[in-house]
């Protein structure tokens, strides 16, 4: 297996990382991804490309797609098993690495991170802030588990793998250039949509020079 900076990236590369797999491929987990995603594209104009970054199999993706049918996808992923899967979704460019060796000069309309700050060693979270500004021509959206302060949480009788902070506040201290649309929160209880709680945040770039 390849040699990864951080504990956290051998954990999703690894074992847990397939199990993960194993157990979010449920329909209706994609319906609660589309009605997600139809109210956070509500406030959104136009976007023709979306990068999507720690994709797993690719539901937020699908969801995406099933929105808006023209839309150019491309994903990060670092689990074998997860890529996989998403190669299987027609038309996307599939970047089988870690996110803290990802680069590229492309930009995407939408750049979108789902349940996944929060699984990072919080030493990285400054330059991963970085790529995700760096991909954007129009929108990042964050949709992570919200704590006004940094605190840790044992993820599945595993330590050091969830942490808790406001992601999208400390982007928009860190870059002058973005700016806040809207937000929401989903709710696990939802009698309609299977969903768990957490907080999505949608940022506007207002300038590619920033």
């Avoid at 999703?12 to 594209?41: C, H, M, Q, T």
């Avoid at 994709?55 to 150019?72: D, E, T």
């Avoid at 929060?118 to 959206?141: E, F, M, Q, R, T």
């Avoid at 406001?166 to 649309?181: H, N, V």
Wanted: aromatic share 12%; hydrophobic share 40%; proline share 3%.
């Amino acid at each position: 297996m390849k040699k990864f900076k951080t504990e956290q990236e051998d954990f999703w590369a690894g074992p847990f990382g397939d199990e993960y797999v194993s157990r979010n491929k449920d329909d209706a987990i994609l319906a609660g991804n589309i009605a997600l995603f139809s109210e956070i594209f509500s406030h959104v104009r136009p976007i023709n490309s979306l990068i999507e970054f720690g994709s797993n199999i690719g539901l937020n993706l699908s969801a995406a797609r099933h929105l808006a049918p023209n839309l150019k996808l491309a994903a990060i992923e670092i689990n074998n098993t997860a890529v996989v899967r998403l190669k299987k979704i027609k038309g996307i460019k599939v970047y089988h690495q870690s996110i803290l060796d990802f680069t590229s000069d492309d930009l995407w309309d939408f750049v979108l991170i789902k349940g996944v700050l929060i699984h990072l060693n919080p030493k990285v979270l400054d330059s991963v802030y970085g790529k995700l500004h760096k991909a954007s021509s129009k929108y990042i959206c964050i949709a992570e588990y919200y704590n006004p302060e940094p605190v840790e949480v044992t993820y599945r009788g595993h330590k050091n793998k969830l942490f808790k902070r406001d992601f999208a506040g400390e982007m928009l201290d860190k870059f002058t250039d973005l700016k806040l649309i809207s937000y929401g929160f989903t709710y696990l209880r939802d009698p309609k949509y299977c969903y768990d709680s957490m907080n999505w945040f949608l940022l506007e770039k207002t300038s590619l020079g920033g």
